[in-house]
């Protein structure tokens, strides 16, 4: 298999050492640098991340304006606002990029600048670039020259709901979204509401009804539905240390069809490797997806309150970020899509 020369900017967060993890196991992918800022400039993958030290030894370079060095394929890894410059620079150079930050998932630049209090620095990058849910958009995705990879968040729900909103199985209008991350979401910087003292034995909600990732739900299940939808959406962050689940709340269009619903996300997803819908009798768990690719989920009807019950579980360092973004970079290249993604975990 050849191997594609690949860069990852941003390389010493949480998303960037999940990329290190899946690329280096990767057999059609080769690391050739890894970028990141002055504090890690300098030192080697082993003292950034010893566990990581079974991989081939790397110095970590300090970020540059956009030179690839020889890369083929980019991988994004930084906050949002902050890589957009090299970003394309990078696609110029003739890269393919496929950036982990918010700045390519919403089309509508003046949403982006609400949302993220800042304007977008490359508005006409927005069209081109398509959004990396490979389950929904993997022909858009194969060949793609700019791929924005999904938020954890808009990953989990999305997928728990787009069955029910494609097939016109649900109220648009009904959905409540009950979402719960763990502390890694927050990225490897530090701040007071993630340190061990603050987080552990706690348990909070945040952000209600404001969070940035509403409008690209939004954006996502409008396009599923066929028509405009709002969305209440609740995070919550949870002490541990990886891991999402979200517990969807929706009513019926149509009570008559709820017993198809089993079937219907079944079906949906058959051919899907990545994502299993569980039995009548089986709950979704976080610990069973850590550290895969997966995400797992399941189906309910109450016919007491007359509504319908999803509840889907993702790792949110991998489906919900770099595992993604490699499933990504799959097809996008024309490798076999689970390639370097179908035997990880980190759980027995």
């Not at 791929?147 to 990953?155: E, H, L, N, Q, R």
Request: glycine share 10%; net charge neutral; charged share 20%.
């Amino acid at each position: 298999m050849k191997k594609i020369r690949v860069g990852i900017a941003g390389a010493a967060g949480y998303t960037g050492c999940e990329l290190i993890r899946l690329l280096h196991a990767h057999p059609g992918a080769e690391i050739v640098w890894l970028m990141t800022g002055q504090t890690h400039a300098g030192k080697t993958l082993k003292e950034v991340f010893p566990h990581l030290r079974w991989a081939r030894d790397q110095v970590f370079a300090p970020l540059n304006d956009g030179d690839p060095q020889g890369a083929e394929v980019v991988f994004m890894a930084m906050p949002h606002g902050v890589g957009v410059g090299a970003t394309s620079r990078f696609l110029q150079a003739g890269c393919r990029v496929i950036d982990l930050s918010a700045d390519y998932r919403l089309k509508d630049p003046a949403l982006y600048a609400q949302w993220y209090q800042q304007r977008h620095d490359a508005p006409e990058l927005l069209a081109e670039a398509v959004y990396g849910l490979t389950e929904l958009y993997r022909r858009r995705l194969a060949g793609a020259r700019l791929i924005a990879v999904p938020g954890c968040y808009p990953t989990v729900s999305i997928l728990a709901l787009a069955p029910a909103l494609k097939h016109g199985l649900a109220v648009p209008e009904s959905v409540v979204i009950d979402a719960k991350s763990g502390v890694s979401g927050a990225g490897r910087g530090l701040s007071p509401g993630t340190h061990y003292a603050e987080c552990n034995e706690d348990f909070l909600a945040y952000k209600p009804m404001e969070h940035r990732h509403i409008p690209e739900i939004e954006q996502e299940l409008s396009a599923l539905a066929g028509r405009g939808v709002n969305v209440c959406f609740v995070p919550h962050l949870v002490p541990m240390t990886r891991g999402m689940l979200a517990t969807v709340f929706c009513k019926p269009a149509d009570p008559a069809r709820v017993s198809d619903l089993q079937a219907v996300f079944e079906d949906f997803y058959r051919d899907e490797p990545f994502v299993r819908v569980l039995g009548q009798g089986e709950l979704p768990r976080t610990k069973d997806v850590w550290g895969t690719n997966r995400c797992e989920m399941a189906v309910r009807w109450d016919p007491r309150t007359r509504t319908i019950l999803l509840v889907a579980v993702i790792d949110n360092l991998v489906k919900g970020a770099s595992g993604q973004a490699v499933q990504d970079m799959n097809v996008a290249c024309g490798f076999p899509e689970t390639t370097g993604l179908d035997r990880i975990g980190l759980y027995p």
